[in-house]
Structures are given as structure tokens and as C-alpha cells.
């Protein structure tokens, strides 16, 4: 059975799923387009031209688009700061919704997003399209297959010369933190995901430099610590440099395993494996052991399309979905403030601080009087104390 689907928004990245994410899936019988929603006429066109949709079926209001036509799930592909006003709409006619990232431009409009979905009994997943592209697939099935012992560290660098108003989409020049809220929020998610673990403690610096025309900050050295057991990982990223060395869709990762490095870099994974007899071994990166990239049909977004119909179908709950991926969204704010404080953040009692503040916001005020004070905890990390020698 094909699920039938509202795309809310067509322009930009939108005009993406339109043209080439939907289709492989259309063509496969998994999903029926039934209504688009977009502000402006021109985008919807390519809902028309692309999805076959007629004019009736395409909308510049996105209640009337849910009021009018029936549907199983909505994919939202708009600015993040509008995502939970449609969420609001989609859980108001028992709508399931696969959005875009990131879940919402804050981490507490994001737990409200999960707590109303949850309540709602409808599922939610969100795609975090890099975690799920060849390349990073390709390492994270040779990190996990046992064979190269623990992972010590990763390295990420992701970066670009996109200084230029409007280069990187106007709305993305306007967002104060607009590095770590549509940037880094794709890449620390693939660290964590390659680390294996939930990221415990992050520390960040973030930054404008004159010559870029962004609102806010849009350059980052992020670092993160998985655990005692857990291996650390640095973040290097920037949308103003003089060039770009590893863009979007190109970026760079070094993983550091017991028995051999691996670069991940343009697209192509290499291996240099550990050799126990020698030592002082110096390589040069790109003449390494290539890994053949895994094939499979899609990847990226027209992948997670199909995972998130399987999961309506009553399959696996899809990796990314809205609650998991909250782990996502508090790397994002956890950087923001750990660059205004200047100081590492606990990244889970921030993450639970947030979700209890959710969760006060959602409470009927009758029941608010009954409900316990959260727990007052310090969300900047604290440095080990000195012991007194003796």
C-alpha cells in the first residue's frame, strides 16, 4: 500500500524532494503525493511538474491543505523556526510527519515537538541525510565490523567559501547560530553516531569573522568527550574561508582505531592498517587501502524516506526518529552555549533540564501546583577538584 503524503514546502531544498527524493519511492509503490503546501505559487510548481499534482491539489495555506485532503504522513521542508507550527497541524488531524533537520531551531521547541508527537501516538522521523549518505555508511559498517579493536578518536573538517549573502540560502544567512544549527548539526550527529556512544561533555567556540555576511556565527571548533570508555572527537567547521577544502557532501573524517587510521575525505574511505613489527610508520593520505564503497539502491534522504514507510508498516523504529534524534539537537545547543559561556556542557543534564522544561510547558496549569520542582543541576561542566597533597 502506497502511504499518501502532504510536501510542506517546495521551494529550495524542498524542490529537491520533489524532483528526486520522492520519486525512486513513488516509482516503487511505497508513496501516493496527494497535496503540496508552499507561501509562494512559483515553488509549487515544482510539486506540479514533479509529483504530478494537480493545481487543486496545491496550496499556499497549510491548514486548508490538511482541512482538504486526507493523508497518511506530511514531509516538512521548511526554515526550522516553522517546523513545530506545522507539527501542531499534522498532530492535530492524527498526521505521522518525516521532517527535515533539525527537529526545530531550539532544543526546547524540539522536546515539545517530541512530546506532542508522543502523546498524539504518531511517529515522527527526521532526516538526518549525511548520517545515511555512502561514504559515512560505508566507515561507520567498517568501525562496527570488530575487526580494527577500540576507537580512540575522530577528527571531522567541513569547510567552505560561502561568505556571500545568499550563497548558502538567504534564510540560512539570517539565523544567529547558523553553522551549528544547519551545518554541524548533520556533522557532530555523524561523530556520535561513528563514537558509538552518547556525547557527555562538549566545549565550543564559535565566531563571525568580519568579511562574512552572515547575522551570526557561522566558523566552530567544536570538541567532544564520549565517557570514561567512550573515545573523543574535534569538530572543525567554516562557511567564510578564502576556499573550501571539504564542502558539503565532501567533508573529512579521520578515525583513529587500534589497529589501523582510517580517512574518510571527498567521498572516498581509505584504510592504513597497523603493522606491529615496525614503528615511526609515515603515510601519506590518498595512498592508502581504498574500501570499496557500499551499493545499495538509495541513500541519504530517498533512503530514509523508505525507512520511515517501513516503520509505518510495523517495522524497526527508524534510527533518526524524533526522540533519538534529540541526542542531535543538544550537541547543536550545547555548542551555543558553550561558546557564550566559554565553558563545556554537560550535553545530557542539559538535554534532561530542557525536556522537564517541555514538559512543565505542556502540563496543564491544574496539574502544574501537583507536580514536583525539577532537580537543579549544573549544565557547565565543572573541572575535577584539586586534592591537597599531602
Not at 613489527?277 to 538509495?298: C, D, M, N, Y
Request: proline letters at 5%; glycine letters at 6%; charged letters at 25%.
Amino acid at each position: 500500500m502506497a502511504y499518501k503524503v502532504i510536501q510542506v514546502g517546495c521551494g529550495g531544498h524542498g524542490g529537491s524532494w520533489c524532483a528526486r527524493f520522492l520519486p525512486p519511492n513513488i516509482a516503487d509503490g511505497l508513496v501516493e503525493p496527494v497535496a503540496a503546501v508552499d507561501l509562494s505559487p512559483d515553488a509549487l510548481k515544482n510539486a506540479q511538474e514533479n509529483l504530478k499534482l494537480p493545481s487543486e491539489r496545491c496550496f499556499t495555506d497549510v491548514k486548508k491543505a490538511f482541512a482538504a485532503v486526507k493523508a497518511d504522513f506530511c514531509v516538512i521542508v521548511v526554515p526550522p523556526a516553522y517546523h513545530e507550527a506545522v507539527v501542531d497541524i499534522a498532530v492535530a488531524h492524527g498526521v505521522h510527519i518525516l521532517s527535515e533537520k533539525p527537529i526545530a531551531d531550539t532544543l526546547l521547541a524540539s522536546c515539545r515537538i517530541a512530546l506532542k508527537v508522543k502523546r498524539a501516538g504518531l511517529k515522527m522521523g527526521v532526516t538526518m541525510s549525511h548520517r545515511f549518505d555512502q561514504d559515512k555508511t560505508t566507515l561507520r559498517n567498517e568501525l562496527r565490523s570488530g575487526k580494527y579493536g577500540d576507537l580512540d578518536y575522530l577528527v571531522s573538517r567541513f569547510t567552505c567559501d560561502a561568505r556571500k549573502f545568499g550563497v548558502w540560502g538567504k534564510f540560512r544567512h539570517e539565523i544567529a547560530d547558523t553553522l551549528m544549527i544547519e551545518g554541524a548539526v548533520h556533522h557532530l550527529d555523524i561523530l556520535a553516531d561513528l563514537a558509538g556512544k552518547k556525547c557527555q561533555t562538549l566545549y565550543a567556540r564559535t565566531w563571525k569573522p568580519k568579511w562574512g555576511e552572515y547575522k551570526g556565527d557561522c566558523q566552530a571548533l567544536v570538541t567532544m568527550d564520549f565517557g570514561k570508555s567512550g573515545p573523543r572527537a574535534f569538530y572543525e567547521g567554516a562557511k567564510t574561508n578564502a576556499v573550501g577544502l571539504n564542502g558539503w557532501t565532501q567533508e573529512y573524517i579521520r578515525a583513529e582505531c587500534e589497529k589501523a587510521t582510517f580517512v574518510l575525505s571527498r567521498r572516498r574511505v581509505e584504510a592504513f592498517d597497523h603493522d606491529a613489527s615496525k614503528s615511526w610508520t609515515f603515510v601519506e593520505e590518498g595512498k592508502g587501502r581504498e574500501i570499496p564503497l557500499l551499493q545499495q539502491p538509495k541513500w541519504a534522504n530517498t533512503w530514509l524516506i523508505e525507512q520511515f514507510v517501513k516503520w509505518l508498516d510495523g517495522g524497526p523504529k527508524m534510527e533518526t526518529n524524533v526522540e533519538a534524534n534529540l541526542q542531535s539537537m543538544a550537541l547543536v545547543e550545547a555548542g551555543i552555549i558553550s561558546s557564550r559561556s566559554n565553558e563545556p556542557v554537560h550535553v545530557q543534564v542539559l538535554l534532561d533540564e530542557v525536556m522537564h522544561q517541555a514538559q512543565a510547558e505542556l502540563t496543564p496549569k491544574a496539574s502544574k501546583a501537583k507536580a514536583k520542582p525539577a532537580p537543579k543541576k549544573a549544565v557547565k561542566a565543572k573541572a575535577p577538584s584539586k586534592k591537597k597533597r599531602k
